[in-house]
């Protein structure tokens, strides 16, 4: 037996949590919503975060981390969506290496792996939308 | 260079042999020389890539050694035991994507043809830094194309070590 937790409560915790932690700097919630007006532009939103944890109390005893961005490309030429969508493809799909700026943060993947999940097309928006998933696998 | 100091994915495994057709092995002592398995692995794995070629494998199997022991009883006593005993060196068996035009498997599959050249084989592991390296030297057997066609073409095959201390560890340094 179980009860239902409320994900309201979950996210009043973690507001305060993270603001606890990393006070003075600010912490928002924030609802991706997107404002770009360019005839075409990527937007991405990171999720799936998670390294394993294993058995003990040693905290340090955890696995890799495999997180997924989610890749948005939007472009009012069908065209375009399909090469942007392309590009991102033949430059990140199996690939291993330098991920990131490799003079600030940059971090070595060991493999990143690409799926083109499907089209859309936003009439109001007159956009249409590819969205992909990647997920890198980083030696931790 | 220190050794590797973090937790790995499984793809940070790549696979390398000895390019020439008639290979000269590396001895046991050279197993566990970095500057003898440097060159067989490839400039993307750390390595020198000047006598060495990769085999492109869906995975690297596990490898190390056989577990083996000797157990033995005496009767009326509460516990027997177990001796460890000459482990011998894992086969791997192995799983590639089969591209028939591939310069490795084309070289795999002559020497299983062949059936005694020996060759040294590379396990390296990278992380994009350092490299440890897994060598070993074997003979390729048990070739196979399986072409179901539920999934794509593939070539599989089994490198069988040489002999129980033909391996060794090394690492960049």
């Known amino acids: ?140 | 260079m220190a050794l590797i100091n973090k937790v790995l994915p499984g793809y940070v495994a790549t696979l390398w042999m000895q390019e020439a057709d008639s290979p000269t092995a590396l001895t046991d002592t050279q197993l566990g020389t970095w500057a003898n398995v440097e060159p067989i692995i490839g400039t993307e794995a750390g390595g020198l890539g000047t006598t060495g070629i990769q085999i492109p494998v869906e995975a690297v199997p596990p490898f190390g050694s056989d577990d083996a022991f000797a157990a033995y009883s005496i009767a009326g006593a509460r516990t027997g035991a177990k001796i460890t005993t000459q482990n011998q060196v894992t086969s791997l068996s192995i799983t590639a994507p089969w591209n028939p035009a591939d310069t490795a498997q084309l070289l795999v599959r002559e020497d299983g043809t062949n059936g005694t050249i020996i060759r040294t084989y590379v396990v390296a592991v990278y992380d994009g830094t350092d490299t440890v390296a897994y060598a070993f030297n074997g003979r390729i057997g048990g070739l196979k194309w399986d072409m179901s066609p539920s999934a794509e073409g593939k070539f599989e095959f089994v490198i069988h070590p040489v002999g129980g201390n033909s391996y060794g560890w090394s690492n960049n340094t």
């Open chain 1, 1 to 140: 037996m179980s009860t239902q937790q409320d994900p309201t409560v979950y996210s009043q915790c973690i507001q305060w949590q993270l603001t606890d932690i990393l006070s003075p700097v600010p912490v928002y919630a924030v609802f991706n919503r997107n404002y770009a007006k360019q005839p075409k532009f990527v937007t991405w939103q990171l999720r799936n975060v998670h390294q394993p944890v294993y058995t003990g109390q040693t905290q340090s005893n955890k696995g890799i981390d495999s997180p997924t961005f989610q890749a948005t490309v939007f472009a009012q030429n069908m065209n375009d969506a399909f090469n942007l969508s392309n590009t991102i493809l033949q430059s990140l799909h199996g690939y291993s290496g330098m991920f990131g700026d490799p003079t600030d943060n940059g971090f070595f993947v060991a493999k990143v792996d690409c799926v083109w999940l499907y089209n859309t097309y936003d009439n109001e928006l007159g956009l249409n939308q590819i969205i992909l998933d990647c997920t890198f696998y980083v030696p931790t």
